[in-house]
Each structure stands twice: as structure tokens, then as C-alpha cells.
């Protein structure tokens, strides 16, 4: 079973603040990373994924990928009431269970104004 | 259009009763998953199928059954559904390349009585 670590959370953040969102996965072969926002009672949806280490930025989001610490982090700059959600972290398996994501238990974000 | 579609969106159901949920989708992907979504356990994986002829068992596949009609539809039955069965239930796709990134349909909600 693979495992897949985020802050339990909540975070509560106020508007225009950085909001700082981690994970830490326990397998090695993992190569592909994600961020899932989901809204309450909404479904999943994708917002940022990572391959390489490094930084990866899209508008608002920066995705950092730590492979050496097993680590994938998710920074929103400028959070905004609407970023209140709850983030999903998931990493892929290229193993013994190829093509499956397993999944954090998510950490719940809220922005207030 | 929505690219992944649940039916029903809502289910209200008694203890003993058989239902299934579809999943449709038309991304063209032949990768489908099921999963359920309950307060405080993120999203655990029933049943994952790569192709027409291929299915398997995820974490917890007690209680349920699936079907893969076509390339395009997957459903998922309980076949004498109990309250415990109680969730959110997601259907998503991927595409079977290096990333694996996985789309999500709109969810199911099922009460069962």
C-alpha cells in the first residue's frame, strides 16, 4: 500500500496571504504528482501536476517537487476566498499497481476576507 | 458537453435494495476507476478497470460488483446495498501514457436507509 501524507489541516489563511499545502508519499517510483481542489461536495479537479523536480508555476499555484524527500508542496499566492477547499495530493505507481493515483486525505483550506 | 457524466446525481435507496451507478464518458480514455468519498477518508478506490477486459479489485471491493460495457462505460453495482455504503461516489477516467492524470466525473450522492 502505497502512502501519501498531507497536513491534516485545517489551514486558515486571511486574503492575500501565501497558503503553503504539503505532502510527503512513501514510494520511491512514483513520477508523476498532483493537486486536485475539490469544493464541498463537488468533484475533484485538477489544478496543478509536476514530473520534474523543481518549481512549477501556474498563474497563482506553484507546485514544488522534492524527489530526494519524497515531498511535493503547493503554494497559492494571493489566496483568494474562492481558494476556500479542500486540496487532494496524489501520486501515480509505476510498479506492482501501474497506472493507479493514490490519494492524501486532503487538507482543508480556508481563506477569509 | 461534460466529458465524464454519473447517473444518478442523487439516490436515495433502502437497506437490501440493489443499485447501480453508470459512468459514461467521452474523453476517448480507456482507463476507468470508481471510487467513494467519505468525511475524513479521502477517496478510496473500489473497483479500476484498463480496458474492456480487464478489471480489478481496489482497497475496499467488498460489496460491490462492476461492469464494463464498453470502452465508454463502467458501472459499479451494490447488490443488496447496507447503510455503511452511505457516500460520495466518483467515476474517472485516464488516459494509459506516462502521466496518468485522471479526470473526474460530478459524483454520486447515495443514501441507503
Known amino acids: 500500500q502505497k502512502e501519501v501524507e498531507q497536513n491534516s489541516g485545517p489551514l486558515s489563511v486571511p486574503e492575500g496571504a501565501i497558503a503553503s499545502l504539503n505532502c510527503t508519499y512513501s514510494?520511491?517510483?512514483?513520477?508523476?504528482f498532483f493537486w486536485y481542489r475539490q469544493y464541498s461536495g463537488k468533484s475533484p479537479e485538477l489544478i496543478m501536476s509536476?514530473?520534474?523536480?523543481g518549481d512549477k508555476e501556474d498563474g497563482r499555484f506553484t507546485a514544488q517537487l522534492n524527489k530526494a524527500s519524497q515531498y511535493v508542496s503547493l503554494l497559492i499566492r494571493d489566496s483568494q476566498p474562492s481558494d476556500s477547499a479542500t486540496y487532494l495530493c496524489a501520486v501515480n505507481d509505476r510498479g506492482s499497481t501501474l497506472g493507479r493515483l493514490y490519494f492524501g486525505r486532503g487538507t482543508q483550506l480556508t481563506v477569509w476576507p | 458537453d461534460a466529458d465524464v457524466t454519473q447517473t444518478p446525481r442523487n439516490r436515495i435507496t433502502k437497506t437490501g435494495k440493489r443499485i447501480m451507478l453508470e459512468c459514461s464518458q467521452t474523453k476517448g480514455h480507456d482507463r476507468m476507476y470508481w471510487y467513494r468519498q467519505d468525511p475524513g477518508l479521502g477517496l478510496r478506490l473500489i473497483y479500476y478497470?484498463?480496458?474492456?477486459?480487464?478489471?480489478n479489485k481496489g482497497e475496499i471491493s467488498d460489496g460491490y460488483s462492476v461492469s464494463r460495457q464498453a470502452q465508454a462505460k463502467f458501472s459499479l453495482s451494490l447488490e443488496s446495498a447496507i447503510p455503511n455504503q452511505t457516500a460520495l461516489y466518483f467515476c474517472?477516467?485516464?488516459?494509459?501514457?506516462?502521466?496518468?492524470?485522471?479526470?473526474f466525473g460530478p459524483g454520486t450522492r447515495l443514501t441507503v436507509l
Open positions: 514510494d520511491r517510483v512514483s513520477q508523476s
Open positions: 478497470s484498463f480496458d474492456v477486459k480487464d478489471i
Open positions: 474517472a477516467t485516464s488516459d494509459p501514457g506516462y502521466t496518468d492524470t485522471q479526470y
Open positions: 509536476i514530473y520534474s523536480n
